[in-house]
Every structure is written in structure tokens, then in C-alpha cells.
């Protein structure tokens, strides 16, 4: 990786709807090496989709939260089934395996306080492998672009 495509990617992280001339032009590259070098960063991977950027409120979701998970064992089937119910679960939004006190930390974005109350009650503290849980209101966010610093 070079600095033409540190130059593409951080184009495309910050607009991935990016017209292929203008691309091209942010990399100081013709189009079709622009083109061809886009086409090598998604078939290597390191470009793994492209989506769009939803605003949470302005859809519905007023509450986002952070939600930490002990399991009740260590077992290779029971991270399996929490894994599986994580996939399943909407309204999670990034879930991550953690070192601590706590096993998993969820991003939750739920419609309301209710809604966050039938992810924790209903949902998580029924599974079978959930022992204990913990939740964190977020009651603003400060930044989340989630642009990498290339």
C-alpha cells in the first residue's frame, strides 16, 4: 500500500458515493489507475463494503447505549450461542469481545428507554448464556465519523 491508496481511502471514507473522476483527482491519478487500484483495495478486502451513513434521531432511535455482558461460562458453545443471538439481535450495532470485568460490549440504538428495556430484559438477560449485565446511556455524542487515520 502506497500513498495513492492512503489517498483513495481516505477519499472514500469520507464520501463513498464519490464520482470516479473526482477520486481520481483526489489521488493524483488518471481514472482508470484510480480505477484499477479502487478495484485491488475491495478485492484484497481492505475496502469490505460500502454503505450509507444513517442519522439515528432523525429516524426514530433517541437512545444509544453501551451495553457490557458477562456470560455464565467460558465455553466454546456458549460464546457460539451469544455470538449467534448478537447477529440476530436488532438494534445492536457493533458488538466486540472484550478483556475486564465484563466478557462483550454491545452499541445499542434503541427507539426509546423502553425499547432499551426489552433489549436488556427480554432479550439479553433471557439467553441462556447471559449472567450479568450493564448498561451506559449515552447522552451525547462528542464524535463518531469513525474515520481512520490514514
Known amino acids: 500500500m502506497d500513498e495513492f491508496d492512503r489517498k483513495i481511502l481516505d477519499s472514500l471514507q469520507r464520501d ?14 488518471s481514472e482508470s489507475q484510480a480505477a484499477r487500484r479502487r478495484q485491488a483495495l475491495e478485492q484484497s478486502g481492505v ?15 433517541a437512545v444509544t447505549a453501551f451495553v457490557h455482558v458477562k456470560l455464565k461460562g467460558h465455553s466454546d458453545g456458549n460464546a457460539r450461542r451469544f455470538r449467534d443471538l448478537v447477529r440476530l439481535t436488532p438494534g445492536i450495532l457493533e458488538a466486540h469481545a472484550v478483556t475486564g470485568d465484563f466478557d462483550y460490549l454491545l452499541k445499542v440504538c434503541v427507539a426509546d428507554l ?18 450479568r449485565v450493564r448498561s451506559e446511556i449515552v447522552l451525547e455524542i462528542l464524535r463518531d465519523d469513525q474515520l481512520l487515520a490514514l
Open 47 to 61: 475496502i469490505r463494503r460500502y454503505r450509507a451513513d444513517l442519522d439515528a434521531r432523525a429516524l426514530g432511535f
Open 16 to 29: 463513498s458515493a464519490l464520482a470516479r473522476a473526482d477520486l481520481a483527482t483526489a489521488a493524483g491519478l
Open 114 to 131: 423502553d425499547g432499551l428495556r426489552d433489549l436488556v430484559n427480554g432479550v439479553l438477560l433471557m439467553h441462556q448464556t447471559v449472567d
